[in-house]
């Protein structure tokens, strides 16, 4: 089993849509929770860390259950430019593990 | 702030032939990575960095890539010789320390052939 896990997807949504993505994880040692989102051939790049009480940054809000072992991240209000793929992280120890990440097109 | 800085963007080889990914991590981050993504996947760690120490690279495949950090900012990772099952992309990233978020550069394309 791996140590992070999330559905593939893809997610197909319209505009204006609310969409979650759940992520989990094995180790629960690990000590810190990020989602990244990946454009197309870019970079991943930081949506934004998950704090044990949740954190909100606008249409973005994660949540982390440490008894259930998963992670989450809602969007509301999508919009196109949201499609992208979402990455889940854990650090374990001194290294990121990266979720094979969760594809979310957002139509129009 | 200037990013991590990666080149080449691509590179086309021919199995069996060597290739060389340079990276220059964000100015002050003493933590260097380089991670190897497949199609359809999240980035795998190959090697960590704390300045020029390599402090995990226990998933590099050594017998025929190897990596340095000779002054403890910039960065060379090496494939010699190259095969099919190399073609990915090669990401460097780079971070304050141990428990700051990655910054990513945005990767070398690799297709051998």
């Known amino acids: 089993r791996k140590e992070v896990e999330q559905d593939p997807g893809p997610f197909n949504v319209p505009e204006g849509a609310t969409v979650a993505f759940n992520c989990t994880y094995s180790?629960?040692?690990?000590?810190?929770f990020f989602w990244y989102r990946q454009d197309c051939r870019k970079e991943p790049k930081l949506l934004m860390s998950?704090?044990?009480s949740g954190n909100e940054d606008g249409r973005f809000t994660a949540q982390l259950n440490r008894a259930s072992q998963y992670i989450s991240l809602l969007i509301r209000d999508s919009k196109l430019s949201d499609s992208a793929t979402y990455l889940c992280?854990?650090?374990?120890?001194?290294?990121?593990?990266f979720g094979p990440g969760t594809r979310l097109s957002v139509l129009p | 702030e200037a990013g991590v800085v990666q080149s080449p963007r691509y590179k086309i080889i021919e199995k069996k032939q060597p290739v060389a990914f340079w990276c220059n991590p964000i100015?002050?981050?003493?933590?260097l990575y380089w991670y190897l993504q497949n199609l359809g996947q999240g980035p795998e760690l190959l090697i960590r960095?704390?300045?020029?120490?390599?402090?995990?690279d226990s998933q590099l495949p050594k017998d025929r890539f190897s990596a340095e950090r000779l002054k403890g900012v910039d960065s060379t990772l090496k494939i010699q010789p190259a095969e099919l099952g190399d073609s990915a992309v090669y990401l460097c990233?780079?971070?304050?320390?141990?428990?700051?978020?990655?910054?990513f550069g945005n990767g070398t394309r690799l297709t051998v052939t």
């Open positions: 992280v854990g650090l374990y120890g001194q290294n990121f593990v």
């Open positions: 998950v704090y044990s």
């Open positions: 100015s002050g981050h003493n933590t």
């Open positions: 180790n629960s040692a690990s000590q810190s």
């Open positions: 990233a780079s971070s304050l320390d141990l428990y700051s978020p990655l910054h």
């Open positions: 960095y704390e300045n020029e120490e390599a402090v995990d």
